[in-house]
């Protein structure tokens, strides 16, 4: 395995290993053996663990960009939000068994605190900038964009927490459901691509 594959190997690794086991619950021998790297190499490409979640938030980064670089190109703001919650349809099972990989990491490096809590965040933080964009192409006020972004960003953490809590699904289809409504009834307002 050549170093950018070992490397790339190691951040797929601890991603996984983050959202299912938890950050404070993984070691690097964990992530090393899922990898199929030996232990040492791990220190080779990561000097510290806030090293490795950065490079897990990058990974993950790279992933929610090219998904919405992809919903970038459709008409109108309207249907890209519609498209960012029908994507959480994908994931309800995941969700469901192991809660929000993004979630699960703020909460636990908040925990540490530092870089690597602000690392964590990054993925919120871009996706609340993301979903205010929408909003205010919609014609809707700065602030109100921003309440808007906040209100699907937490509606969906919030059903992703009860359904993982209580391993029932049901809890990501309602907010979905209603979300899908919400922005359906919304007024068009000044729509501009």
Known sequence: MAGTEKRG???R???????RNGFEHTSIADIAAAARVPLGN?????????????????HRLASVRAR????DALASPRDRLLAYVKSFENRIDEFTAHGC????L??????VGGPIARDAASVFRESL?????QFRAMGLSDRQARANAAQILSGRQGS??????????????LEIARLKKWLGDMPAGNERK
């Open 42 to 58: 791990v220190y080779y490409y990561f000097k510290t663990r806030g090293e490795l979640v950065r490079s897990v938030t990058d």
């Open 160 to 173: 992703v927490l009860l359904a993982n809590t209580f391993k029932d699904p049901k809890f990501i289809r």
């Open 9 to 11: 190997s190691l951040i």
């Open 106 to 111: 703020c909460l636990e490096a908040n925990k």
């Open 101 to 104: 990989p993004a979630g699960g």
């Open 129 to 133: 900038q993301w979903l205010g964009t």
């Open 68 to 71: 919405r670089a992809e919903w």
């Open 13 to 19: 690794a601890a991603d996984s290993l983050f959202h």
